[in-house]
């Protein structure tokens, strides 16, 4: 018999297992699904199901194998530091001795000093202990402007707290050994900065609040008295009104301690 559709001639057998006749009434999808078993999927690399990860990994060197090398970061290399002068660590600043105490029961060898180092008479007032009692008459010390180093660390002498130094010239040994205070201008204002003559830009705005002892160490190797004027390395020191010297009769090469 022949098909109503087709017009294919069909035996019964045909009609009952060839599902062909019935394909003219569907898409090609029909056709993809009987040749399903034989396809291979496509991108598959020749190999696997459709969709199976490649086993090659996420670092192929495009040849279908793993690449093993990295990436080596950039090593930092170390910047070289700006060597600062220790002389711009040191707060070297103009004061007003208001008070140079003596007691015998205290100490035989040292003063206990109230010292102005600026503008303000209550908080800007440092209590300083000083070995010159020896080299120094009080009236010679009391109320004259001197030559401080504000921000070492505090110490305790003789049980008493030491907030500053009060600088003074030494030479000689021994028994005959000099000592005389570092003079400034009579003109300076208490509170005045040292600084290095023609380098004032080279004055920090602001001091670094301790100056450690190795670093003044490294500053007095070099600060001395020459021609009769406060050196620092062979510069002079001044302050804004003028130069910072020694006392008369201070010998050349006097350290500055």
């Known amino acids: 018999m022949r098909d109503e559709k087709t017009g294919y001639l069909q035996t019964f057998p045909f009609e009952e297992n060839n599902p062909m006749p019935e394909a003219f009434d569907r ?3 029909y056709l993809v699904k ?12 020749g190999g696997g199901e459709e ?10 060197d495009g040849r279908g194998q ?5 990436k080596e970061k950039a090593k930092k290399q170390p910047q070289p530091q700006e060597e600062v002068d220790p002389f711009v660590k040191a707060n070297l600043t ?27 008479e209550e908080k ?10 020896k080299f120094v008459k009080k009236e010679d010390l009391e109320g004259k402007l001197v030559l401080t180093i504000i921000n070492l660390k505090v110490a305790k002498l003789a049980g008493e707290t030491s907030e500053a130094m009060i600088l003074a010239t030494e030479s000689g040994e021994g028994d005959s050994v000099d000592v005389k205070l570092v003079k400034v201008p009579d003109g300076a204002k208490v509170g005045e900065k040292a600084f290095i003559e023609n380098e004032e ?3 920090p705005e602001t001091y670094p609040k301790e100056c450690k002892s190795k670093l003044w160490e490294q500053v007095k190797q070099t600060l001395v008295i020459k021609g009769g004027k406060a050196t620092y390395q062979g510069k002079n020191v001044v302050v804004s009104s003028g130069f910072v010297t020694g ?11």
Not at 34 to 45: A, E, M, Y
Not at 247 to 257: C, E, S
């Open 27 to 29: 898409n090609s999808d």
């Open 34 to 45: 009987l040749l399903d078993p034989v396809i291979k999927p496509k991108d598959s690399g």
């Open 51 to 60: 969709g199976a990860p490649s086993t090659s990994g996420g670092n192929d």
């Open 66 to 70: 793993k690449s093993t090398k990295k």
């Open 94 to 120: 103009v004061g007003k001795v208001l008070e140079a105490k003596e007691d015998d029961q205290w100490s035989e060898k040292l003063y206990l000093c109230k010292v102005l180092v600026g503008e303000d």
């Open 124 to 133: 800007d007032v440092k209590q300083v202990v000083t070995g010159l009692r």
């Open 201 to 203: 830009d080279k004055k």
């Open 247 to 257: 006392q008369d009769g201070v010998a050349d090469g006097a350290f500055i301690k």
